[in-house]
Each structure stands twice: as C-alpha cells, then as structure tokens.
Nanobody, 114 residues
Framework: QVQLVESGGGLVQAGGSLRLSCAASRSILRFNAMAWYRQAPGKQRELVAAITSGGSTNYADSVKGRFTISRDNAKNTVYLQMNSLKSEDTAVYYC????????WGQGTQVTVSS
C-alpha cells in the first residue's frame, strides 16, 4: 500500500507556469510507471504524461513541448512541470503509480485564467 499526495495546483494566468508534485509514502523505485492524469468538468479523465522506471516518457499531444514529467527517487516524488499554460489545461490533476496495482492521489486543482 502507498499513499500519494499531490500539491502545487492553483490559479494561474494563461502563459504562466506551475509545478505539480506527487509525494509517495514509500519508495517509488519498485513502481513500473508513474503518470499524471487530468479531468476537466464534464470530461473523462485523460493521460497527460507518464514516465517508466527506466526513465522513458510519453505525453499527450496537447501538452507536448509544454509539460515535463520527472521523478526524484531520493524524495519519492514525481513532478509535472507545466509551462505556457492554456485555459484548456484547467482540470483536476491526479498522479498514479503502478506496479501490480494502480494507486491514485486525491487530485489537485489547476485553473488557468484567460
């Protein structure tokens, strides 16, 4: 079992930046993959970015070139650096860690004003 706590969300103007953090209650070394998802009102949850234990990354087309996912194994934390934010990035952002099971955080709200 692992608990995940997201932080770093907030209100930002379009064009601004935020960095989200997902802190795990134990080592993330044994997790095969870590990812950030988001869910906007009235929409399905969607994958934003993912990183494997080997460091490979992939991104949704809508965020390529603007968002960067990274991990700090020593701090048991996964990050999502979000630059050039747009109003359509407004959503609740969730982190997910996967080994045999999926573990989700509680989410953090990101609101981008135009």
């Amino acid at each position: 079992q692992v608990q995940l706590v997201e932080s770093g969300g907030g209100l930002v103007q379009a064009g601004g930046s935020l960095r989200l953090s997902c802190a795990a209650s134990r080592s993330i070394l044994r997790f095969n993959a870590m990812a950030w998802y988001r869910q906007a009102p009235g929409k399905q949850r969607e994958l934003v970015a993912a990183i494997t234990s080997g460091g490979s990354t992939n991104y949704a087309d809508s965020v390529k070139g603007r968002f960067t996912i990274s991990r700090d194994n020593a701090k048991n934390t996964v990050y999502l650096q979000m630059n050039s934010l747009k109003s359509e990035d407004t959503a609740v952002y969730y982190c997910k860690l996967t080994n045999y099971y999926d573990y989700w955080g509680q989410g953090t709200q990101v609101t981008v004003s135009s």
